[in-house]
């Protein structure tokens, strides 16, 4: 009647308790998907362009989530792309966009230093983010704003649309 085998164990992993940070832990291992340790940015032109079954449902789990923490007080996200450079290798615009100045001191030899006056230690070895044209959005309209994301990447003063992400 009852079998004299103990059941046999799927050859998978156990189920985890928290399988959404354990993808985005993946994704962000991957690199290039928007996602970083504080933030997945879900870029819109590709939302909406996703089939029609995957928006409704995209739509019903953000709907969800944006019931249960719409009484949050929300900041206003501005989304820059980037794209991460070496230190040594940006130029002056660059080095203003992420704080950092150049000068070369009394013997000749260049030296990197923080807004502060701090020097930067081995700029060689240092990798920033730096504002770059969005490779999703150049040349297309972005959403909802009939326009496409500026060269430099930064939004224009006033465009302050919230991002798609969480």
């Not at 928290?18 to 879900?42: H, I, K």
């Not at 923490?69 to 002056?92: A, T």
Request: hydrophobic share 35%; net charge negative.
């Amino acid at each position: 009647m009852f079998p004299s085998d103990p059941l046999s164990r799927p050859p998978s992993p156990p189920a985890s308790s928290s399988p959404l940070r354990d993808y985005l832990a993946s994704t962000q291992t991957r690199g290039n998907t928007g996602v970083d340790p504080a933030y997945a940015v879900l870029p819109r032109v590709l939302v909406e362009s996703m089939p029609l079954p995957w928006q409704q449902q995209m739509v019903h789990l953000l709907a969800e989530f944006h019931q249960a923490n719409g009484h949050r007080p929300w900041p206003l996200y501005r989304v820059v792309p980037s794209r991460s450079e070496r230190l040594v290798d940006l130029d002056e615009e660059q080095l203003a966009e992420i704080g950092a100045l150049v000068e070369i001191d009394a013997v000749g030899e260049i030296v990197y230093r923080e807004r502060n006056g701090r020097r930067i230690e081995e700029p060689e070895q240092q990798q920033v983010l730096v504002a770059c044209p969005d490779p999703l959005t150049t040349g297309r309209p972005a959403a909802g704003r009939g326009a496409a994301t500026p060269a430099g990447g930064i939004p224009e003063q006033g465009d302050h649309a919230p991002a798609a992400g969480w």
